[in-house]
């Protein structure tokens, strides 16, 4: 696909100035030009075109806000101050897999003053002698050099950190706040239930204990009525015994 043709799919029915990140990766510029970008997105900070053949930055648009500018994997070899001219905010650029040779190519940087990571890996002057020493030195504003420091410390991920940053400052406070509600409320329907439970086995205890004390009386009458009968019986019985002595008389 074209580049022309794919920065006009990536737009999405918005308009550049409303683009902040553009990637066109592994599309085609015709002559090795930039084609389809404009001054018109004048908020990018972020575009990548990797591997679409370019083999010349003159038709870079001015982009006073981008930052990071991906360029690997092309035919680029030279005009380099071109960057500083048309991206003066750049903090990371990525030439890696591009035709660069010379020392003097890369010194067109110097301009760029924010300019804190810079990656020529798979480029030929890699292979000069003391490479990582002298692009040190030739551009002292830079930190990272095909991904480390000077100390050979490698950089860290910028974007995982910022993630992990934003994470932990929306996830820190806001739950440290609801655990703190939880246990309360927690706490205090323990408590009400803890109470409520408690009363409810006080108050199954006396109802067992009236039962009991039913059941004891009603096995008390059934004594004192089966007491009763018996007497009763006994002087029937007597009384029987009288009456039979006195018809013999």
């Given at each position: 696909?074209?580049?022309?043709?794919?920065?006009?799919l990536?737009?999405?029915?918005?308009?550049?100035?409303?683009?902040?990140?553009?990637?066109?990766?592994?599309?085609?510029?015709?002559?090795?030009?930039?084609?389809?970008?404009?001054?018109?997105?004048?908020?990018?900070?972020?575009?990548?075109?990797?591997?679409v053949?370019?083999?010349?930055?003159?038709?870079?648009?001015?982009?006073?806000?981008?930052?990071?500018?991906?360029?690997?994997?092309?035919?680029?070899?030279?005009?380099?101050?071109?960057?500083?001219?048309?991206?003066?905010?750049?903090?990371?650029?990525?030439?890696?897999?591009?035709?660069?040779?010379?020392?003097?190519?890369?010194?067109?940087?110097?301009n760029?003053?924010?300019?804190?990571?810079?990656d020529?890996?798979?480029?030929?002057?890699?292979?000069?002698?003391?490479?990582?020493?002298?692009?040190?030195?030739?551009?002292?504003?830079?930190?990272?050099?095909?991904?480390?420091?000077?100390?050979?410390?490698?950089?860290?991920?910028?974007?995982?950190?910022?993630?992990?940053?934003?994470?932990?400052?929306?996830?820190?406070?806001?739950?440290?706040?609801?655990?703190?509600?939880?246990?309360?409320?927690?706490?205090?329907?323990?408590?009400?239930?803890?109470?409520?439970?408690?009363?409810?086995?006080?108050?199954?205890?006396?109802?067992?204990?009236?039962?009991?004390?039913?059941?004891?009386?009603?096995?008390?009458?059934?004594?004192?009525e089966?007491?009763?009968?018996?007497?009763?019986r006994?002087?029937?019985?007597?009384?029987?015994?009288?009456?039979?002595?006195?018809?013999?008389?």
């Amino acid at each position: 696909m074209e580049m022309k043709k794919r920065i006009s799919l990536e737009l999405r029915n918005r308009t550049p100035a409303e683009v902040a990140e553009l990637v066109v990766d592994n599309c085609r510029s015709s002559d090795g030009e930039i084609e389809g970008l404009t001054d018109e997105f004048k908020e990018l900070e972020f575009l990548s075109m990797v591997n679409v053949g370019l083999t010349s930055l003159a038709m870079l648009p001015s982009l006073p806000k981008l930052r990071k500018l991906e360029l690997s994997d092309n035919n680029i070899s030279g005009s380099l101050e071109i960057l500083a001219e048309k991206c003066p905010n750049l903090t990371y650029l990525n030439l890696s897999g591009n035709k660069i040779k010379e020392l003097s190519t890369v010194e067109a940087l110097q301009n760029l003053k924010n300019l804190k990571s810079l990656d020529l890996f798979n480029c030929e002057i890699t292979t000069l002698e003391e490479y990582r020493e002298s692009i040190f030195e030739l551009l002292p504003q830079i930190t990272y050099l095909d991904g480390f420091d000077a100390e050979d410390n490698e950089a860290p991920d910028s974007e995982a950190d910022d993630d992990d940053d934003e994470d932990g400052e929306e996830e820190a406070g806001p739950v440290g706040e609801y655990d703190d509600e939880d246990d309360d409320e927690e706490g205090s329907e323990g408590g009400e239930v803890g109470l409520s439970y408690l009363m409810k086995d006080e108050i199954q205890d006396e109802e067992d204990d009236d039962d009991y004390v039913e059941e004891e009386e009603e096995e008390e009458g059934e004594e004192e009525e089966a007491e009763v009968r018996g007497e009763k019986r006994k002087r029937d019985a007597e009384d029987e015994g009288d009456d039979d002595d006195e018809d013999d008389d």
